[in-house]
């Protein structure tokens, strides 16, 4: 019997490697491929995957289609103001691979990222092992879905699911619907389920909210104009909360509105304040639904102000609005609901994501686990970040500017290469 045990194949050598084929990663590959620096971007699914799998059905872009301005591919449909729908963002997603064909690994999941002993990095994969002198970590910050440890104490019949796995309204159970959290996601699906028919109850969170269009504009092209989203994060006046701020919401469906959670109660949207637990056959709330409401709309009238203020500034002909008046008011803060008594037999957990770094073996984190970098270059030669919220502007995670990131990232590695390249000449 032939006994002869294979040996592990040598690692492959790649000047860089790009971990994710998202917006990120994709933007990075587009710079690298310009300038013809050799490159691989591992990614597990497939590219895009989350705007192909994580997103309901009725899901469309909350920012203009404009916005979508990947590297050396710009949205140039038909409807520059309007939002995708989700097969129309996919479409646009292929159409980008088309235009460049980056060199992706696609289904090959990166689980460790170390140094190597030549000083640049080691990435075990699942299609073997790579050596890279520069490596992006393009992986996503919406990775991992967030459901609280008190979900385990619902019963059974009441079927659960996170916001990335809700689909539509018909594929629910008959019944009512618990939506928890009032981020983009929660209140997009919690309309949807109202739109449908469905009796929604929704817990309202801290999440802020935006206007749509205010004295005739819409608000993305007055905050253009007025220089907000080139504001960097080290100049952000709310620099200290500014990246942990939960996005503000509105949508973009039925050609871009807003979301007013006060008017959909008066329809028959039932609305608590944050989620607190569960005790027995009862949701308990916490008494907060006014303040949150009222938060909600500071906010807004904030980004209002903002606009008023660019306004005058710039002496600008623009229609006056009248102030902004609350639809409705809570009663009171309700603190408990009856979950059997109120029909309830679904719940979506719409509370976010965390990121997952637990295969990045770099010191490259703070105490809690978050990035440590400047615009994506970190402490460690040669690794850097991508993607990341405000990692430079408000359009860093986003479509907006993911790849004036990815441009600015571009130089230092073309540098980084290159002085190495430098080097081993010398030598
Ligand atoms: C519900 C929702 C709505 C949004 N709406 C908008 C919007 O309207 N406009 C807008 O501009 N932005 C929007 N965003 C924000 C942002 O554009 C998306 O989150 C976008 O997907 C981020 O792209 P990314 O490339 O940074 O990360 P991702 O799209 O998450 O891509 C990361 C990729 O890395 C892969 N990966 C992760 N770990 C590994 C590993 N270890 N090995 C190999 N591959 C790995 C993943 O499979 C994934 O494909 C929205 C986000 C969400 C969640």
Known sequence: MNMH???????????VAIIGGGQAGLSMSWHLKQAGIEHVVFERKRCFSEWREARWDSFCLVTPNWQCRLPGFPYAGPDPKGFMLREQIVEYLDAYIASFKPPVLEGVEVTRVERDAEGGFHLRTSAGDFIAQQVVLANGVYQ??????????????ILQLHSSNYRNPQSMPAGATLVVGSGQSGCQIAEDLHLAGRQAHLCVGRAPRSPRVYRGREVTDWLTESGYYDIPYENHPQKATVREKTNHYLTGRDGGREIDLRQRALEGMKLYGLFKGVEGPRFLFEPDLTRNLAEADRSYNNIRELVDKHIRDQGIDAPVEPPYVPAWTPPHDPVELDYEAAGITSIVWAIGFTPDYRWVDLPVF??????VQRRGVTPVAGAYFLGLSWQNTWGSGRFADVGRDAE???????????????RVQAA
């Open 5 to 15: 045990r294979s040996e592990p194949l040598p690692p492959q050598r790649v000047p």
């Open 144 to 157: 991992v879905p967030i459901i609280p440890r008190s979900a385990e104490r619902l019963p059974p019949h």
């Open 366 to 371: 703070n105490g809690r686990g978050q990035p």
């Open 408 to 422: 600015y990232l571009f130089g230092h590695i073309a540098a980084a290469l290159a002085g190495s390249e430098r």
